[in-house]
């Protein structure tokens, strides 16, 4: 796949932009019609739930914590930043083109609200290997894993871009910006199972990887 790059997009948000800093950006949004209506940042594992599981992970990498979500009360006991979608209903591009405008960094790191075994060795291997790259994420068994990953905000041009044309697929911004993208084996380095990349979208699921985590099984609290 041929990836060019574009120039760096200059921040217009009223605070200061930081250069050599990494945010990050939790999604929060989604129907969880496949958890019967449950919120699933909310559901304890180890009576913790995954949301704060997240953030403790996350925290001692970034500078800031912005969770995206249409419904900021439920974030009120976390000490993180919380901003809505420009658009609801317009999926995970909408999502991080949301937090990006919304970061006082240049680089965020991205993960979903449903993602409770996030390795910190290989959050700080992603960080590490930005480089000049406007997004790093992972390919794995060709499948390109969008929602644990660095996006710098020279990416907004091109989402405002595919937004505008109704093109929601986080993949069809990749042409236009400059994208490197990690190995199974890269990734297996610092996470031999690759939880990292799990997020749970059923019940089932969740008993599934907390055993492969070597956690009690299912919910916990």
């Known amino acids: 796949?041929?990836?060019?790059?574009?120039?760096n997009y200059c921040a217009t948000s009223k605070?200061?932009?930081?250069?050599?800093?990494?945010?990050?950006?939790i999604l929060a949004g989604g129907k969880n019609t496949r958890m019967h209506g449950e919120d699933k940042a909310f559901i304890e594992i180890e009576g913790k739930p995954i949301i704060a599981r997240i953030i403790e992970k996350l925290k001692p990498q970034v500078r800031q914590i912005i969770v995206v979500t249409n419904s900021p009360e439920k974030y009120a006991n976390f000490k993180v930043?919380?901003?809505?979608?420009?658009?609801?209903?317009?999926?995970?591009?909408?999502?991080?083109?949301?937090?990006?405008?919304?970061?006082?960094?240049?680089y965020n790191f991205i993960t979903a609200c449903d993602m409770p075994f996030i390795?910190?060795?290989?959050?700080?291997?992603?960080?590490?290997?930005r480089d000049n790259y406007d997004i790093v994420i992972s390919r794995v068994s060709e499948k390109f894993h969008t929602l644990f990953g660095l996006y710098s905000k020279s990416?907004?041009?091109?989402?405002?871009?595919?937004?505008?044309?109704?093109?929601?697929?986080?993949?069809?911004?990749?042409?236009?910006?400059?994208v490197r993208l990690l190995s199974k084996e890269d990734m297996e380095k610092f996470d031999p199972q690759l939880l990292s990349l799990v997020n749970i979208n059923a019940v089932?699921?969740?008993?599934?990887?907390?055993k492969?985590?070597?956690?009690p099984a299912g919910r916990q609290g």
Not at 119 to 129: G, H, Q, R, S, V
Not at 165 to 171: A, F, I, T, Y
Not at 212 to 215: C, E, H, R, V
């Open 155 to 178: 990416c907004i041009p091109v989402m405002e871009e595919m937004l505008e044309k109704n093109e929601l697929r986080l993949r069809s911004i990749f042409p236009k910006l400059n």
């Open 15 to 25: 605070e200061k932009e930081v250069s050599n800093g990494v945010n990050a950006i």
């Open 81 to 106: 930043k919380t901003i809505k979608d420009e658009h609801p209903g317009k999926g995970p591009l909408m999502g991080i083109y949301s937090g990006l405008k919304a970061s006082s960094c240049k």
């Open 204 to 210: 089932e699921e969740l008993e599934r990887f907390t």
């Open 1 to 7: 796949m041929e990836l060019n790059p574009i120039q």
């Open 212 to 215: 492969m985590a070597g956690l």
């Open 119 to 129: 390795n910190t060795a290989l959050i700080k291997f992603i960080i590490d290997n």
